[in-house]
């Protein structure tokens, strides 16, 4: 298998057996590589390590069944991705979520903090990396809102963040998240569109509103995040767009999204 072989093999695989037990071992395996090889590979792509990837998505999963299936206990979730009891369960959720399964059932928030990754693809002889995640349930919902506005987040200098340490870049994120989803109207949506990109579908054709929204998100600009009794400052790149192809194609869908993220960081 060559590269992208190798990263599509190990995320169809991972995805497939989320709810049983699977080490990196096992990925390896089955993408006839070595451990170390997909995870120098694996670390490329995602920034991450196979093992916290498989970790993030489980809770991600879990976070909707939490959200979805009220009827549902919290131990039967923590069985469904392979944690036997509530403490094992509660502890991964924390620390992804920064609260427990119970709090977060509570006041759900976007339970699509880590979505599915798509894997890199060849443009000539390059390897470009995915900046796209899987969010095709939410394509149904972009086409019924063809005319509705989108703001669009990018979390500022997370690399420096991140060198700090990988639970700080976490915090960031989630922080982005947790500002866009107390700004966002009872109808908006927010979704990820890749690594530290988040938007907000909004269920309005006025820009006006949309704008509100944006300038709400903006005013935290500057409102730190503490890591390990450290203050960092967490601001965010804030785009209003509006989506010019007819019809939607979920391709270009992202690339119009991650444009206009870039238009405003020059």
Avoid at 20 to 40: G, M, N, P, Q, R
Avoid at 194 to 212: H, M, P, Q, R
Wanted: with cysteine.
């Amino acid at each position: 298998m060559n590269k992208i072989e190798i990263l599509t093999t190990a995320l169809e695989y991972i995805e497939e057996n989320l709810s049983a037990e699977i080490k990196t071992e096992d990925v390896a395996e089955e993408c006839f590589c070595s451990k170390a090889s997909l995870e120098k590979m694996f670390r490329c792509l995602n920034h991450i390590s196979v093992h916290d990837y498989i970790i993030r998505r489980r809770m991600t999963l879990a976070a909707r069944m939490l959200a979805v299936k009220p009827e549902m206990n919290v131990l039967d979730v923590a069985l469904m991705y392979g944690y036997s009891t509530n403490e094992s369960f509660s502890r991964a959720f924390k620390k992804v979520w920064d609260c427990n399964p119970s709090e977060f059932r509570e006041n759900p928030q976007c339970f699509e903090l880590f979505p599915r990754c798509y894997p890199p693809t060849m443009k000539g002889d390059a390897v470009v990396m995915a900046k796209n995640v899987d969010i095709s349930e939410l394509y149904e919902l972009f086409k019924t809102r063809r005319n509705c506005y989108f703001v669009c987040c990018d979390v500022e200098h997370l690399t420096p963040i991140n060198e700090m340490g990988r639970k700080a870049g976490d915090m960031a994120i989630l922080e982005a998240l947790r500002r866009m989803e107390q700004e966002a109207g009872d109808e908006d949506v927010v979704f990820r569109i890749g690594g530290d990109e988040f938007t907000l579908l909004t269920n309005s054709d006025d820009v006006n509103y949309a704008e509100s929204v944006a300038e709400r998100i903006r005013a935290y600009n500057g409102k730190p995040i503490v890591y390990e009794g450290r203050e960092i400052p967490l601001g965010l790149h804030i785009a209003v767009t509006k989506l010019s192809a007819e019809p939607i194609r979920y391709n270009e869908l992202f690339e119009q999204l991650h444009n206009a993220i870039e238009e405003v960081k020059h």
